[in-house]
């Protein structure tokens, strides 16, 4: 009886582990993209506030739009939603470069400082989409970062074991070679 009760409770328990990471770990995802694209929107309004570049400008406002284009559609964006879109990208090449064209256009006549300084903008923004589209995905976690988590893990103590090898190599020398000859000689 006991048996089945724990087999029953730690079915239980593993449901509801399944439904706080899947289910209630993608809404604080969201919520979380949303956030960081609110205050990064906030910092290019303080920019153009500060007169730097003109509310009513075609770059401001193309990227303004993209930002309020990704805080609307959040929810949607994940990594199926990337490769689906990736695909019919494909199969309608016309739309390859749109964007970027509107950009180039948008930002044509800014001094060279406002323009590095949206690029920088818009890379910030696609670093929070990239950032969203592997954290915001349950499954992309349990395959890419936990194993990455490991390999820096394995790769960190490694480097560290050599860095500190060869910091403490004149002290550990003469232990060092007893080991080795031990070794050595268990190698017979």
């Known amino acids: 009886m006991q048996t089945e009760y724990r087999s029953i409770l730690s079915l239980l328990s593993i449901l509801a582990v399944g439904f706080l990471f899947f289910r209630l770990y993608r809404d604080y995802a969201v919520a979380k993209f949303r956030q960081d694209l609110f205050m990064l929107r906030d910092e290019i309004f303080d920019y153009a506030a500060s007169g730097h570049i003109k509310f009513d400008d075609p770059v401001y406002e193309l990227l303004r739009t993209t930002i309020n284009g990704f805080i609307r559609y959040g929810h949607r964006l994940s990594f199926t939603e990337l490769i689906v879109f990736s695909v019919l990208k494909q199969r309608n090449p016309e739309y390859d470069n749109t964007y970027s064209r509107r950009w180039n256009e948008a930002s044509k006549g800014l001094d060279k400082s406002t323009v590095v300084q949206l690029l920088?903008?818009?890379?910030?923004?696609?670093?929070?989409?990239?950032?969203h589209i592997i954290m915001g995905s349950p499954g992309l976690v349990l395959t890419l970062?936990?194993?990455?988590?490991?390999?820096?893990?394995?790769?960190?103590?490694?480097?560290?074991?050599?860095?500190?090898?060869?910091?403490?190599?004149?002290?550990?020398?003469?232990?060092?070679?007893?080991?080795?000859?031990?070794?050595?000689?268990?190698?017979q």
């Open 120 to 131: 920088d903008y818009r890379s910030r923004m696609h670093l929070l989409v990239v950032e």
């Open 145 to 187: 970062i936990v194993p990455a988590i490991f390999l820096a893990m394995y790769y960190g103590a490694k480097t560290y074991c050599k860095v500190l090898y060869n910091y403490a190599q004149p002290w550990l020398k003469s232990p060092l070679n007893d080991i080795d000859a031990v070794a050595a000689a268990y190698g």
